[in-house]
């Protein structure tokens, strides 16, 4: 994965730059913890699912072990297993997990923006800043893009349906959607594919990105 990948600290802190985590290889806390009374917490389940994300940008899907998530979400093996009782149920929350994590950033990202172009800039923006900030997809479109491709693939009706509330009253104003050429929906979809073109094949070290020529494509269209 590149660098561009930020790790973060538990949830009882305050987040910080996943870069820095990642560079370090450090844990999420200077020692492992557990719940000793036996209690099942939100807070460690997420810090655990935080882990995950980062662990399987690190190691892969294919060498990920429970004692790499353990390890790097800062807590017992022990705490691990009552939380999660194997990797494949560990992964499927972790995907789980991830989706509620796009939904309520896009929400929170967008809808402080009044109905406009400038909540499809908005759109543009933060989709852009979720793949190329992801703790794992980053890393991992080189060393297993199956499973990146897989992952687009799987979460783009996610992504759609997240984003579509609040950018189809702007784009229904859009002439080509206003004289029924084409939907609203139709629209997001293509935005939503052509972001994640963008993502997957990103411009070389001499090359401009062509991200500023879509979002001024975007204004012009939706006036």
Do not use: W
């Amino acid at each position: 994965m590149t660098q561009r990948s930020k790790s973060r600290s538990g949830p009882a802190e305050k987040r910080s730059g996943r870069k820095a985590g990642a560079a370090s290889g450090s844990s999420r806390s200077g020692s492992s913890v557990s719940d000793s009374d036996g209690e099942l917490l939100p807070e460690t389940r997420e810090r655990i699912l935080e882990g995950a994300l980062e662990a399987l940008g690190r190691h892969g899907q294919r060498r990920l072990g429970m004692s790499d998530v353990a390890s790097i979400a800062g807590v017992s093996r022990g705490t691990l297993y009552r939380y999660f009782s194997s990797k494949e149920e560990l992964f499927d929350s972790m995907l789980a997990y991830e989706r509620e994590r796009f939904e309520s950033g896009v929400n929170k990202a967008l809808s402080a923006v009044p109905e406009g172009p400038k909540r499809i800039e908005a759109h543009i923006e933060f989709l852009t800043r979720y793949l190329n900030d992801h703790p794992a997809l980053t890393r991992l479109t080189e060393s297993e893009p199956r499973f990146v491709l897989a992952f687009l693939r799987d979460n783009l009706s996610t992504f759609r349906n997240a984003t579509g509330s609040l950018v189809d009253p702007v784009l229904n104003h859009v002439p080509v959607v206003s004289s029924g050429e084409v939907t609203a929906d139709q629209v997001n979809d293509l935005l939503l594919r052509v972001l994640v073109s963008f993502f997957l094949l990103p411009p070389g070290k001499n090359e401009k990105s062509s991200l500023p020529a879509l979002g001024a494509l975007v204004r012009m269209v939706s006036g």
